[in-house]
C-alpha cells in the first residue's frame, strides 16, 4: 500500500507537473499551431448545446470551487463554520458537478454517433473523455460519501498540495483518506500531465486579454515612422522580425 | 488626422459575365486542401438568389456586422460579453451544411470495377466523412437563376419588395439577373478582427489587408459569425479560421491578386486609397442614411497638399502617394461617384465597391416576328418559334427607367442600405456616358438630347469620356495600381515569409494534427 501511496502521492505529481510543464512550454514555443480547442461546431452544431454548455459552465464552477479551496483554505473554512453557508456551497458545487457529467454524456454519446466527427476525432479524445468522465464521476461520488469535502480539502489537501509545491512532500495526513479520494487525486495529475498534448490545450489561452485590449488591431511590419527618417542608424531601420 | 494608405477594390458588374474564373483561380492557389474544399474565397452568386452560405445576409439568422444602439456601434453577434459568454456555443454560427458538404466522385470504380451486367457508376463521396452521400446542394446549386423557387425567391433582399412586385419580377419574359463577385472586402472597420477573442485577426497597417494569425488562432469561430459577408470560413481540419488573404503575396511582388488577374470580364480594379484613420469609428456610426457619405468623407484626396504633408509624416512612401493619385479606385469611388460598398448598412465599411449593374435593369424584352428575317437569313435553318428578342437599344433608355425590371428597391437594398436616390444618381451617370458615347460613336442622337443627359447626371462631357475609358478600354496598368510594397525594408530577403506573417496560404510549418 505504500509504495502505491508514494506513486501516487508524491511520484505522480512530480512526473505530472514536469511533464505539464516542458510540454506546454514547448508546445506553445515550437507547435503554436496546435493550440487550438479544435471545435467541431462547424460539422454539427445542435447536439452539441446539450454538451457543451452544461460541461463548460459547471467545470468552470467546479474549477473555482477546487481553486479557492487551495488558495484561501481559510476563507472557506470560515464561510463553511456556519452549517447553512456549508450547506449552500457543498449543494451549489454538486448541482454543477452533475451538469458537469450530464454535458459530457452528451458530448460523448455525440462525438460517437455522428458520421461527420468521426475524421476530426483522434484517440486522445478518447483517452480525455474516459479520464474526464471517471474524474467527474469520481468527484460527484466523494461529494456524495465523503462530507464534507469542502472543509476537508481545506484542511487535508491544502497542506499536501503545498508540501507538493514547496518540494516537501508530506503524505501523512492524506495516505489515510478513502481511496475514491486517492484515485481522484491521482486522476487529476494524469489529466494534467496530458494536458498539453490534448484539444484541452485551449484552456491554457483562455481570451483573458480579449477583456482590456481595443476591438480593432493593426500590425504594422515595421514603424512607419522610424524607418523612414534618416536620422535613424541603418542597423535600426531594419524591422524586427517576430 | 491619421493618413494610412488601403488596398481598396471596384468590382464593374455590368461586366461580370459570371464565368467564375475568378473562383477558380483562387481555388487552385489557395484552398484546394483538406478542410478547405468547401471555402470559396472568392465566389460569384447570381442574383437575386440566397447566396453562399445560403441567406448569407439575414442578420436575423446570422447576427453578423455591427449594430448601433444610443449612437454606439456593437457587434450583433459577438463582442466581449456576448462573444466570451457564448464561446461554448455559439448560437449564430453557420455550419457546414448551410455551405454544402464537399464532395468528389469514386471515378476509380468506372475503371477498376469487375465486369459485370451492369455499367459501373462513379458514386458520389462526402470529402468530410468519405462515405457515399446523396448531393443536396454544391458551389453555386443556384447559378443563372436554376431553382429559383428555392434560391431567388428567399433573397434576403426581397424583404421590401411587394408580392405583386416579386410576381412582376419573376414573370418569365422578364427575368432578370445579374451577378455579384464577392470576396473578402478588407474592411476600415472589420466585425472579423473586433470579434476574434484571442486577437489572432488584424488588419496590416501599410496596405489595410484583413489576415487571420493561423498560430494564434484558437478556433473560438466568433469571426465567422461576425463577419456579416461570411467571409471568414472555418477550416474543420485543422480547426483554424482562415479567409481571404487578397494574394498578399503576389501584391508585394508588384502583382494583381489572382482572381482580378485572371478576371476574363477585366471588371476588377484595384489601387490605393488614403483615409483617414482617426475617424472610422465616427464614420461607422453614422445613421444609416448617411453611411455611405460618411464612408466617403473619411476617403481622403491623394492630390491636397495637407492630405500630403500629413501621410508623409505618417511614413508612407512617395511611391504609394503616387499610386494613390493613380488609383482607379479612387477615380470610380470618390471622383466619378460610381462605385458603392455592398451592404453598408454592416457598417464594417467596406473597402470593395461595386458599380451597381445597369444591364438587366435598362434592357427591355420586346416581342418581335422575326419569321421574315430569319427567312432571309437562313432559309434552310429550323425556325425557333422563340420571337422575343431582348432589346438593349439605348433610345428612350432614360425614359424606363421608372418601369425597369429590376425593381430600384432590390438594388438600393444590396449597395446603399436601402436609399433609392443614391443608385438613382450612380444609374444616371452610367447612362449619360452610355448616351454620350452613343452620340459620338454612332451619331444617332442629338447633341441636345446627350448634353442634356450629362448635365441631368451632374456630369460633363470630358468626365464621360474618361469613364468610357477606364470602364471598356483600360489596360492591366490602368485596372491594377499597386504601389511597391518595400519589403527590402520590411523583411530581409533571407527570411522565410511565413514566419513573419503566420498566416494562412503559406502552408502549414507543423503538420496538421488534430490532438497529440
Ligand atoms: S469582409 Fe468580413 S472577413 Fe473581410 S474584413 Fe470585412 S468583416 Fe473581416
Ligand atoms: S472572372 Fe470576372 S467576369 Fe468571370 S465571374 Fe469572376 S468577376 Fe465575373
Same mark, same amino acid.
Given at each position: 500500500m505504500a509504495y502505491l501511496d508514494n506513486f501516487i502521492l508524491i511520484a505522480l505529481p512530480y512526473v505530472a507537473l514536469t511533464v505539464f510543464l516542458i510540454g506546454s512550454i514547448y508546445k506553445y514555443t515550437h507547435r503554436k499551431f496546435q493550440f487550438s480547442s479544435l471545435s467541431s461546431e462547424f460539422l454539427e452544431g445542435r447536439r452539441l448545446f446539450y454538451g457543451s454548455v452544461p460541461f463548460h459552465w459547471g467545470i468552470l464552477v467546479v474549477f473555482c470551487g477546487h481553486l479557492t479551496a487551495l488558495l484561501i483554505p481559510r476563507g472557506i473554512l470560515a464561510w463553511n463554520s456556519q452549517p447553512v453557508r456549508l450547506m449552500v456551497l457543498e449543494i451549489t458545487g454538486f448541482i454543477f458537478g452533475i451538469s458537469m457529467l450530464v454535458g459530457l454524456i452528451n458530448l460523448i454519446i455525440r462525438r460517437y454517433t455522428t458520421p461527420r466527427l468521426r475524421p476530426v476525432t483522434n484517440a486522445m479524445d478518447l483517452v480525455i473523455y474516459i479520464l474526464l468522465f471517471l474524474q467527474t464521476f469520481a468527484g460527484l461520488w466523494i461529494a456524495y460519501s465523503f462530507r464534507w469535502g469542502s472543509s476537508w480539502f481545506a484542511t487535508l489537501l491544502t497542506p499536501y498540495l503545498y508540501s507538493i509545491f514547496t518540494l516537501h512532500p508530506d503524505t501523512t495526513a492524506v495516505a489515510l483518506l478513502p481511496w475514491p479520494v486517492k484515485a481522484h487525486i491521482a486522476g487529476a495529475y494524469l489529466i494534467i500531465g496530458i494536458l498539453p498534448f490534448?484539444?484541452?490545450?485551449h484552456l491554457l489561452v483562455l481570451p483573458l486579454n480579449y477583456l482590456w485590449r481595443p476591438y480593432q488591431q493593426v500590425i504594422w511590419n515595421w514603424d512607419k515612422k522610424k524607418v523612414r527618417n534618416k536620422k535613424t542608424p541603418w542597423s535600426l531601420q531594419r524591422p524586427e522580425n517576430t | 488626422m491619421d493618413v494610412r494608405s488601403q488596398i481598396a477594390m471596384v468590382f464593374h458588374l455590368d461586366k461580370c459575365i459570371g464565368c467564375h474564373t475568378c473562383s477558380i483561380a483562387c481555388k487552385n492557389i489557395w484552398t484546394d486542401r483538406k478542410g478547405a474544399e468547401y471555402m470559396w474565397w472568392n465566389n460569384v452568386e447570381t442574383k437575386p438568389g440566397t447566396g453562399y452560405p445560403s441567406k448569407w445576409e439575414d442578420q436575423e439568422i446570422y447576427k453578423g456586422g455591427w449594430g448601433k444602439r444610443n449612437g454606439k456601434i456593437h457587434l450583433k453577434g459577438a463582442g466581449k460579453r456576448r462573444g466570451l459568454v457564448n464561446i461554448f456555443y455559439n448560437p449564430n454560427l453557420p455550419v457546414i451544411d448551410d455551405y454544402y458538404e464537399p464532395f468528389t466522385y469514386k471515378y476509380l470504380d468506372l475503371?477498376?470495377?469487375?465486369?459485370?451486367? &451492369?455499367?459501373?457508376? @462513379?458514386?458520389?463521396?462526402s470529402l468530410i466523412t468519405g462515405k457515399p452521400i446523396d448531393i443536396k446542394m454544391g458551389p453555386n446549386w443556384d447559378d443563372d437563376?436554376?431553382?429559383?423557387? &428555392?434560391?431567388a425567391r428567399n433573397d434576403p433582399n426581397m424583404k421590401n419588395i411587394t408580392p405583386e412586385e416579386q410576381e412582376v419580377m419573376f414573370q418569365l419574359e422578364k427575368m432578370a439577373?445579374?451577378?455579384?463577385?464577392?470576396?473578402?472586402?478588407?474592411?476600415?472597420?472589420?466585425a472579423c478582427v473586433a470579434s476574434c477573442p484571442s486577437g489572432a485577426i488584424y488588419k496590416r497597417g501599410e496596405d489595410g489587408i484583413v489576415l487571420i494569425n493561423q498560430q494564434v488562432c484558437r478556433a473560438w469561430?466568433?469571426?465567422?459569425? @461576425?463577419?456579416?459577408y461570411k467571409k471568414s470560413y472555418f477550416n474543420w481540419h485543422t480547426g483554424k479560421s482562415e479567409k481571404c488573404i487578397l494574394c498578399y503575396p503576389r501584391l508585394e511582388a508588384g502583382l494583381a491578386p489572382a482572381c482580378m488577374h485572371s478576371c476574363v470580364g477585366r471588371i476588377r480594379y484595384l489601387g490605393v486609397l488614403l483615409y483617414d484613420a482617426d475617424r472610422i469609428e465616427e464614420a461607422a456610426s453614422a445613421d444609416d442614411k448617411d453611411l455611405i457619405k460618411s464612408q466617403m468623407d473619411i476617403i481622403l484626396d491623394p492630390f491636397d497638399e495637407d492630405v500630403i504633408k500629413a501621410a508623409k509624416e505618417n511614413g508612407i512612401a512617395d511611391s504609394t502617394l503616387h499610386a494613390a493619385q493613380a488609383s482607379p479606385i479612387y477615380k470610380f469611388v470618390k471622383q466619378w461617384g460610381l462605385a458603392l460598398p455592398l451592404h453598408p448598412e454592416f457598417r464594417t465599411l467596406p473597402m470593395l465597391f461595386y458599380i451597381p449593374p445597369l444591364l438587366p435593369v435598362m434592357a427591355s424584352v420586346k416581342k418581335v416576328d422575326n419569321t421574315t428575317e430569319a427567312d432571309k437569313k437562313a432559309p434552310l435553318a429550323k425556325k425557333w418559334n422563340n420571337d422575343w428578342i431582348y432589346d438593349t437599344s439605348t433610345e428612350e433608355l432614360w425614359g424606363k427607367l421608372e418601369q425597369i425590371r429590376f425593381p430600384l428597391k432590390y438594388i438600393a437594398s444590396l449597395f446603399s442600405a436601402g436609399d433609392e436616390d443614391v443608385i438613382k444618381e450612380v444609374w444616371k451617370k452610367l447612362m449619360a456616358v452610355r448616351i454620350h458615347r452613343r452620340r459620338?460613336?454612332?451619331?444617332?442622337?442629338t447633341n441636345e438630347k446627350a448634353d442634356n443627359t450629362l448635365s441631368e447626371a451632374g456630369i460633363n462631357a470630358e468626365m464621360a469620356d474618361a469613364i468610357y475609358a477606364l470602364t471598356s478600354l483600360p489596360k492591366f496598368e490602368e485596372r491594377f495600381v499597386i504601389p511597391a510594397a518595400h519589403r527590402e525594408q520590411a523583411i530581409e530577403m533571407m527570411d522565410f515569409t511565413g514566419d513573419t506573417k503566420g498566416a494562412t496560404g503559406f502552408g502549414f510549418k507543423s503538420k496538421v494534427k488534430r490532438g497529440v
Open positions: 490534448s484539444r484541452l490545450v | 475503371i477498376e470495377s469487375p465486369q459485370g451486367d &451492369d455499367q459501373p457508376t @462513379a458514386r458520389p463521396v437563376l436554376g431553382g429559383t423557387p &428555392d434560391y439577373m445579374f451577378y455579384l463577385p464577392r470576396i473578402c472586402n478588407h474592411c476600415l472597420n472589420p469561430r466568433m469571426c465567422v459569425t @461576425a463577419c456579416p459620338v460613336t454612332v451619331g444617332d442622337i
